[in-house]
């Protein structure tokens, strides 16, 4: 009888009350089903290392797939190399094309250009629109310095009078039938005379032999042809 709850009236209020139940009593069967449970912060770092390994996975995957690739890539062109080179060697005279390249400025005063004078080194053309003096300086390369120079005055070829002219210049590649006795570099230099139409054509005697002694040269270019872009004189000319 003593277990049974009891009933009080205090103030109108019904209470009822366990004999032998204290507040410690109460709060054990809550401890111990938190200590059952899982733990929340055990679960979200199982999660956290899931989500890393996955990321890390997609990761090696993409790098693998790039690799890949690019191993490819290579391996397709390193062929197809190899079968132009056999397709070569099958066409008797065959040779890969080679780019000589070359440059040409101008400004108000000056024009400049360069060509390749062979094997032996470049030249280097500078034409003072003012004067009209046209200057090849050649560099030989294992001096690594200017060792020779070539002038022309372009003002009597081209028939400016005298006075100065708007120039444009241009080199262009040409190998001559050399000899010890007449030698030529293997280019010639265009001049445009702006203002007229007028145009003149210039070969470089340079003696490419010299280069492998060292020694100087120096000397006039010469005057190959000239001609005209002025469409008046040319209707002139064919009456």
Do not use: W
Not at 53 to 81: N, P, R, W
Not at 108 to 134: C, I, Q, R, Y
């Amino acid at each position: 009888m003593n277990a049974d709850p009891q009933r009080s009236n205090q103030n109108g209020l019904d209470v009822f009350s366990t004999p032998n139940a204290s507040s410690s009593d109460l709060s054990l069967p809550l401890a111990e089903s938190s200590a059952a449970s899982p733990c929340c912060g055990g679960f979200t770092k199982l999660h956290f290392v899931a989500s890393a390994l996955a990321v890390t996975t997609l990761i090696a995957l993409g790098a693998a797939t790039y690799f890949a690739g690019q191993a490819s890539v290579a391996k397709t062109s390193t062929a197809s190399e190899s079968k132009l080179a056999a397709a070569a060697m099958q066409l008797e005279g065959f040779q890969l094309p080679s780019i000589d390249a070359s440059a040409a400025l101008s400004s108000d005063k000056f024009s400049m250009a360069t060509g390749s004078v062979g094997e032996s080194g470049e030249g280097l053309f500078v034409l003072d629109h003012n004067s009209g003096l046209l200057q090849c300086a050649v560099m030989y390369p294992r001096l690594a310095q200017f060792m020779a120079l070539y002038t022309v005055n372009v003002s009597e070829a081209l028939a400016t009078g005298g006075k100065g002219g708007k120039y444009i210049m241009a080199t262009g590649a040409l190998d001559f039938p050399t000899t010890s006795a007449r030698p030529a570099a293997p280019l010639v230099v265009y001049v445009l005379d702006t203002s007229t139409g007028n145009y003149a054509c210039y070969g470089v005697p340079f003696n490419r032999a010299a280069v492998n002694s060292g020694k100087p040269q120096q000397g006039m270019m010469i005057l190959l042809g000239t001609g005209t872009a002025n469409p008046i004189a040319d209707r002139d000319s064919g009456r």
